[in-house]
């Protein structure tokens, strides 16, 4: 029989799976990928290795499952809810600025990490590709919606939109209005707006 959803078993092995993903990343982080092993995972969530094994047979595992960890820790559907829920393609727009500046502060340290990924790293590749996809079907479907209801300026196509929209999100474009020029996120939120609405909306 499978046990209840409230069964103590299940809460704590719920504990210990989000132990693990949470130390997951902060290796990731702090050390980058390649200090990434199921003996430094364990020793860092303080289980034993085979505890490990029990949740995520592989190194493989353990990667695939952190992106749906950290999107769920930072709150990630909540921030694209208003994008989606967003009563028209401009506003839609406005609200995908807003997330970007609200969510992206969260995730530099991770950012960072991904852009150290060692490209001979399979599973470092395999979870930066997971992260650029998510991403991109993102701006397509920003871009679609503007070209659906005839607000994508020219010359812009869905393709050549949701590629640029991509672009914009580079960890190395908030990096360096944030952090060396010193941008609070008002001013960040308010220019980006400017430039967003002036080069893709008619």
Known sequence: ??????????????????????????????????????????????????????????????????????????????????????????????????????????????????????PHDADAARHKETVATAQMDNCRRIAARLADEDRLAPPWTVDTAADMLWSLIATDLFDRIMVDRGWPEERVLEHLLVLYESTFVR
Request: hydrophobic residues 45%.
């Open 1 to 118: 029989m499978t046990p209840a959803i409230d069964d103590p078993h299940n809460a704590r092995s719920r504990r210990t799976r989000d132990a693990l993903l949470a130390a997951t990343r902060e290796i990731l982080e702090r050390e980058g990928f390649d200090a990434l092993t199921m003996a430094e995972v364990a020793a860092r969530a303080g289980v034993s290795r085979r505890a490990v094994y029990l949740h995520f047979h592989s190194r493989t595992d353990l990667v695939t499952a952190l992106f749906g960890h950290v999107a769920g820790r930072e709150g990630l559907a909540e921030s694209l809810a208003e994008v989606w829920k967003a009563p028209d393609a401009a506003e839609g727009l406005r609200a995908w600025v807003r997330h970007l500046v609200r969510y992206h502060p969260r995730l530099t340290a991770m950012n960072h990490a991904l852009s150290r990924v060692d």
